[in-house]
């Protein structure tokens, strides 16, 4: 891990001074920016639940890249049809409306709150790049890279996006270990920070492939909050899941340089062992992953709440 550049002043202002830097640049942003399409958003169905292909009708590659990739005709926000043509090299896991996202424990490392050390509290916590610590600290992570993209969709109303929901990602580095809480750690918190859904329910985080260690499958925690405003808010969490990622794609990113923990680790739980994962084989949690250990990795999830 390598010093970045150092603390930042606003560090102690608080998530209200994050939230009203944001809000500021909206407001510029919409004067620039304010006729912008929205982008359709594809419906999926499950497939043979192996995560490790591509999804097998509407995937879209805006849904892995948190970008507007087309328009829509109808000018609703509602599925589109599966016809739909998916992306050659980026798709997304499917959600299937009717079945809601497991719900999951946030693991003894939340950093919520919940047992101790609350990142929530913080300026800077707010953040798409979360491979650094910020505040008091700028170190930064080493590993293969990784774009985590999540789509929230709205069961009860027919999976429509749940724009303006917010969520809280965090996980291990690439040797297992947990800033905030394992030792040496207690002063970082990177691999930890809160995006805000867009129009289409997207959002992505950049950060690393997470490592390996004894008794869980490798995985990304997420809290998913009704706003960005409430963040902090345990009354307004609409769910607490986890995001498995592919055998494939351990694999080989633990075949790398700076992996050798995560190699001699992963062997040790499967899928149908892992204590989050194992009812059913992480069929709704398991990511639609692309890439390679040397170019990174995209993962993509739909979240259906």
Known sequence: MTPSNGPHPDHDRGLEFDLSTLLSRRRTLGVLFGGAATAALAACTPTNGTGSGTATDSASSAAASGSAGSTASSGTT??????????????????????????E??????????????VLEASGVVRKDITTSFGTSGT????????????????????????????????????????????????????????????????SFTTIFPGAYNGRWPHIHFEVFESLGNANSAG?????????????????????????????NFPNTTLKSDNVFGDDGGVYQLATMTGSAKAGYTAALNVTI
């Open 105 to 118: 424990t946030a693991g003894p490392y939340p950093g919520d709150g919940s047992n101790g050390p609350n």
């Open 236 to 264: 307004q969490l609409l769910a607490v899941s986890q995001i498995a990622l592919t055998d494939a794609a351990c694999r080989d990113v633990y075949a790398t340089s700076g992996y050798e923990t995560s190699a001699a």
């Open 78 to 103: 509602a599925a589109a049809s599966p016809s739909a043509s998916a992306s050659s090299t980026v798709t997304r896991a499917f959600a299937e409306c009717g079945v809601e996202i497991p719900q």
């Open 140 to 203: 930064k992570v080493d590993g293969v890279p990784l774009t985590v993209t999540l789509t929230l969709l709205d069961n009860a109303n027919g999976c429509v996006p749940l724009a303006g929901a917010a969520v809280y990602a965090w996980h291990c580095d690439r040797d297992g270990k947990y800033s905030l809480y394992d030792s040496g750690l207690e002063k970082e918190n990177y691999l930890r920070g809160v995006q805000e859904a867009d129009a289409n329910g997207q959002l």
